[in-house]
Protein backbone atom coordinates (compact mmCIF):
# COMPACT_ATOMS: atom_id res chain seq x y z
CA UNK A 1 0.00 0.00 0.00
CA UNK A 2 1.39 3.29 -1.05
CA UNK A 3 1.05 5.80 2.26
CA UNK A 4 2.54 8.35 0.32
CA UNK A 5 -0.13 11.49 0.31
CA UNK A 6 -0.89 12.77 -2.91
CA UNK A 7 0.46 16.53 -3.70
CA UNK A 8 -1.25 18.20 -6.39
CA UNK A 9 0.23 19.48 -9.47
CA UNK A 10 2.29 22.71 -9.16
CA UNK A 11 3.21 22.64 -5.20
CA UNK A 12 6.42 22.66 -3.64
CA UNK A 13 7.12 19.07 -2.65
CA UNK A 14 9.87 18.65 -0.14
CA UNK A 15 12.09 15.65 -1.58
CA UNK A 16 14.60 15.51 0.60
CA UNK A 17 16.55 17.50 3.99
CA UNK A 18 20.00 16.92 5.05
CA UNK A 19 22.72 19.07 6.64
CA UNK A 20 23.19 21.30 4.37
CA UNK A 21 19.70 22.02 3.21
CA UNK A 22 16.82 20.90 1.28
CA UNK A 23 15.91 19.92 -2.09
CA UNK A 24 12.10 20.98 -3.16
CA UNK A 25 10.62 20.49 -6.56
CA UNK A 26 14.03 19.11 -7.60
CA UNK A 27 15.71 22.40 -7.04
CA UNK A 28 18.34 22.33 -4.12
CA UNK A 29 18.46 24.98 -1.36
CA UNK A 30 21.17 25.72 0.75
CA UNK A 31 20.62 26.37 4.63
CA UNK A 32 17.58 27.32 6.03
CA UNK A 33 14.03 27.49 3.73
CA UNK A 34 11.20 29.32 4.52
CA UNK A 35 8.15 27.16 2.55
CA UNK A 36 4.76 27.46 0.71
CA UNK A 37 2.91 25.40 -1.38
CA UNK A 38 3.58 27.18 -4.15
CA UNK A 39 6.83 28.92 -3.42
CA UNK A 40 9.90 28.12 -1.53
CA UNK A 41 12.12 31.36 0.04
CA UNK A 42 15.83 31.32 1.30
CA UNK A 43 15.08 32.02 4.72
CA UNK A 44 18.18 33.82 6.53
CA UNK A 45 18.00 32.64 10.70
CA UNK A 46 20.91 29.78 10.86
CA UNK A 47 20.39 29.02 14.65
CA UNK A 48 16.64 29.06 16.98
CA UNK A 49 17.85 32.47 18.61
CA UNK A 50 17.93 33.82 15.39
CA UNK A 51 14.15 33.19 14.37
CA UNK A 52 11.97 36.12 15.63
CA UNK A 53 8.91 38.30 14.66
CA UNK A 54 11.23 39.80 11.59
CA UNK A 55 12.46 37.45 9.99
CA UNK A 56 8.71 35.44 10.16
CA UNK A 57 7.45 38.47 8.23
CA UNK A 58 7.13 36.99 4.90
CA UNK A 59 4.60 34.98 6.42
CA UNK A 60 2.17 36.88 7.54
CA UNK A 61 2.86 39.35 4.58
CA UNK A 62 1.31 36.71 2.52
CA UNK A 63 -1.60 35.76 4.44
CA UNK A 64 -3.88 32.70 4.06
CA UNK A 65 -1.54 30.69 6.09
CA UNK A 66 -3.43 28.42 8.99
CA UNK A 67 -0.30 26.60 10.14
CA UNK A 68 3.13 27.70 10.16
CA UNK A 69 5.88 24.28 11.26
CA UNK A 70 8.59 25.69 12.34
CA UNK A 71 11.75 22.87 11.48
CA UNK A 72 13.86 23.70 14.70
CA UNK A 73 16.92 21.66 13.75
CA UNK A 74 17.90 18.09 14.71
CA UNK A 75 16.11 19.25 18.63
CA UNK A 76 12.33 20.79 18.90
CA UNK A 77 12.46 23.52 20.75
CA UNK A 78 10.17 26.08 22.23
CA UNK A 79 8.38 28.96 20.72
CA UNK A 80 8.90 31.75 22.83
CA UNK A 81 5.49 33.22 23.61
CA UNK A 82 5.72 36.63 22.47
CA UNK A 83 6.61 35.14 19.21
CA UNK A 84 3.66 32.56 19.17
CA UNK A 85 1.16 35.52 20.75
CA UNK A 86 2.07 37.77 17.45
CA UNK A 87 1.66 34.76 14.83
CA UNK A 88 -1.57 34.43 16.39
CA UNK A 89 -2.88 37.52 16.77
CA UNK A 90 -2.35 37.36 12.79
CA UNK A 91 -4.59 33.95 12.21
CA UNK A 92 -1.14 31.76 12.37
CA UNK A 93 -0.87 28.44 14.39
CA UNK A 94 3.08 27.38 14.83
CA UNK A 95 3.85 24.38 15.73
CA UNK A 96 7.17 23.64 16.51
CA UNK A 97 9.29 20.01 16.04
CA UNK A 98 12.68 18.79 14.58
CA UNK A 99 13.49 19.95 11.36
CA UNK A 100 12.51 16.34 10.33
CA UNK A 101 9.12 15.79 11.49
CA UNK A 102 8.42 19.24 10.42
CA UNK A 103 9.43 18.12 6.55
CA UNK A 104 6.86 14.80 7.08
CA UNK A 105 4.15 17.03 8.59
CA UNK A 106 4.56 19.26 5.92
CA UNK A 107 4.11 16.60 3.26
CA UNK A 108 1.13 15.11 4.91
CA UNK A 109 -0.48 18.48 5.17
CA UNK A 110 0.26 19.49 1.71
CA UNK A 111 -1.39 16.58 1.00
CA UNK A 112 -4.43 17.41 2.65
CA UNK A 113 -5.13 20.41 0.81
CA UNK A 114 -4.25 22.66 4.27
CA UNK A 115 -2.93 26.04 4.37
CA UNK A 116 0.45 25.34 5.18
CA UNK A 117 3.83 26.62 5.58
CA UNK A 118 7.01 25.45 6.94
CA UNK A 119 9.88 27.33 8.14
CA UNK A 120 12.91 25.17 7.65
CA UNK A 121 16.99 25.14 9.40
CA UNK A 122 18.38 22.76 8.57
CA UNK A 123 19.21 19.66 11.03
CA UNK A 124 22.59 20.67 12.27
CA UNK A 125 21.36 23.96 13.52
CA UNK A 126 20.22 23.83 17.52
Known amino acids: MDVTPIIP ?6 ERY ?24 AWAPRA ?9 APVVARGGVEILLLGCGR ?9 RAH ?3 AGVVIDAMDTG ?9 LGEGRRVAAALLPITAE
Open 9 to 14: AGKQVL
Open 75 to 83: RMALVPPAL
Open 48 to 56: MAEVTEASL
Open 18 to 41: GTEGFRVSGTLHQGAILLFPDETL
Open 87 to 89: LKA
Open 101 to 109: AACRTYSVL
